[in-house]
């Protein structure tokens, strides 16, 4: 968790607040992937779908920051590695809900 904090911080000098927060959802993918794997839990189809709209949402918000970046580029770094950084960030999160929910079980 304070990895995921640490990365998040860090991630605001790279890329825009905006982006920070619409990629942080990139937690919910892995949460129910780390889930599925770890506890055994079952999704519907329709959590599957809703799932790959979010990440084919994440996907173009990384690209067009892509884009952007090459238009207008910043003098702190590009801001796809704020993205990614945030997309780590997510992930680390992800991880520690679901060993804070397997924990509680």
């Not at 990365?7 to 825009?16: D, G, P």
Request: proline fraction near 4%; glycine fraction near 6%; include cysteine.
């Amino acid at each position: 968790d304070v990895e995921g904090n640490y990365l998040v911080v860090w991630a605001y000098q790279y890329t825009s607040v905006a982006s920070v927060m619409l990629l942080d959802c990139f937690a919910i993918p892995c949460a129910m992937l780390l889930s599925a794997s770890l506890m055994g839990a079952r999704y519907t189809v329709w959590h599957v779908v809703a799932c790959a709209v979010c990440i084919l949402g994440l996907a173009l918000t990384v690209w067009s920051d892509t884009m952007q970046g090459e238009a207008h580029p910043a003098p702190q770094g590009p801001a796809w590695l704020g993205d990614v950084m945030v997309l780590m960030s997510a992930a680390l999160y992800s991880v520690s809900n679901v060993q804070q929910e397997r924990l509680m079980k």
